[in-house]
């Protein structure tokens, strides 16, 4: 069963600047909600109990959205507007913080939830990857397939060939089930190895820490989870699950006006 999850929150999001200097990607505005909570609603969605947040301290933004605001709800109430305080309620589960002290990488980040995940399998939500799916949510489709296989998970997607260079890529052999992968190539700027790219979804089995605190910087000077990844695959089975779902990438300007006309 896996109960716990990470969400990395300690980039730059150095793609939608200058905005983002002064408010996190997380907390883009979609409908009436910021993009973080949907994603943790789909966590909830998918039967996580406790989310581990992994931030900055240039994000205080976020932790806040997460704590309750006594102050506000006095406001409300005294002012009689207390049907106003349904828009306060939160997704129900345990959330914890953890700062990272520098953007140092999707792998670095990662590797601070090992104390938080202890022995159990956990999952992993890129905030500012969006599947709209209309049946089973990404993560719960990657967490189906590891109650099947006991094994590390890792969401795909075909991408057009010219994007690729953007992605991890991974390569595999398809058993019609599953994905056996054998190899990922963090941003293959020439040859990539197939046209499934890894979006931001995974579960993992925790022998991903024993990689995680021994890579080095890899692509970008950064700590690169796909890195860890790879070692992985030298010791055990790797899956990949295409998922079901349009994605949507809300660090492109374009995708994001698209996913904030589908929420609003």
């Known amino acids: 069963m896996v109960s716990k999850a990470i969400i ?14 002064a408010i996190p990607k997380e907390m883009f ?23 581990l947040i992994v931030t900055s301290k240039s994000k ?26 349904k828009h306060l309620e939160l997704p129900k589960l345990d959330i914890f913080f953890i700062a990272q002290p520098f953007a140092n990488g999707l792998g670095d980040a990662i590797r601070l939830g090992k104390e938080f995940v202890g022995n159990e399998p956990f999952g992993v939500l890129l905030p500012d990857d969006f599947v709209i799916s209309k049946q089973t949510s990404a993560l719960k489709q990657l967490m189906n397939v590891y109650k099947e296989t ?3 998970v890792i969401g795909l997607k075909q991408v057009k060939q010219d994007h690729l260079k953007d992605y991890g890529v991974i390569k595999g052999s398809d058993n019609c089930k599953f994905i056996e992968i054998e190899n990922i190539v963090e941003k293959p700027q020439t040859d990539p190895p197939s046209d499934l790219a890894v979006i931001g979804r995974y579960i993992f089995t925790p022998e ?4 995680l605190e021994v890579i080095e910087k890899g692509v970008d000077g950064e700590i690169q989870l796909t890195d860890a990844i790879n070692g992985l695959l030298a010791t055990q089975t790797v899956y990949g699950k295409i998922i079901s779902g349009d994605r949507y990438d809300i660090g492109k300007l374009e995708e994001y006006v698209e996913l904030m006309r589908i929420l609003s």
């Open 8 to 21: 990395p929150c300690g980039g730059y999001g150095t793609r939608s600047l200058p905005i983002t200097k």
């Open 29 to 51: 505005p979609l409908g009436l909600k910021p993009a973080i909570h949907y994603i943790v609603e789909e966590a909830v969605n998918s039967g996580i109990e406790q989310l």
């Open 60 to 85: 205080d933004s976020i932790f806040d959205y997460f704590n309750p605001s006594i102050e506000l709800e006095v406001y409300l109430k005294n002012k009689n507007k207390e049907h106003l305080l």
């Open 150 to 152: 006991n094994s590390s």
């Open 208 to 211: 991903i820490f024993r990689f």
